[in-house]
C-alpha cells in the first residue's frame, strides 16, 4: 500500500515524469524487486543491486516465488559473486530465470565481489539501463 500511495504522489507532481518510473532496490529492497513491481503497474523499469531470493519462509503471499513471472517489466541486475546473503547458484540466478521479463529485456552482471559491486560500475551500469530505456537526460 505505501508503495501505490508514494506513486499516486509522485503523479501529482509537475516535476516527476510518472510514466517513466523506475524501481531501485538494495538487498531486501532488492529481494522485494520480486514482488513490489508485479503490484505496482506503473513502475516501468527495475534496477536491483545485490538481490536476489530470500532464502526464509514466507506466507505465500509475500513469497517471491508467486511474483516473479508477474515482472515484466526491463530488469538490471548486479550481483557479487562471492555474496554471502544472496549466493549465486541458490539464489541470483533462480530469481533472475523466474523474472517474467523477456530475456531480451533483462541482464545480469556478477562482479567478482561479495555483498556489493563497484561504485563504478554500478553508476554506469544503472545509467546505461535508464538511457536505454527511458532515453537521455535532457537538461
Known sequence: KDLGR???YLETRKDILADKLAY??????GAMGAIMP???D???L?????AGMDQTKAFPEADQINFLSRVTVPVLMLNGQYDYYFPVEASQKPMFDLLGTPPEHKRQVIYPSSHFAPRTE???E???WLDKYFGPVNK
Open 6 to 8: 508514494s506513486v499516486d
Open 24 to 29: 531501485f532496490g538494495i538487498s531486501w529492497g
Open 38 to 40: 508485479a503490484i505496482e
Open 42 to 44: 506503473r513502475i516501468k
Open 46 to 50: 527495475v534496477l536491483l543491486y545485490v
Open 122 to 124: 554500478l553508476i554506469k
Open 126 to 128: 544503472t545509467l546505461a
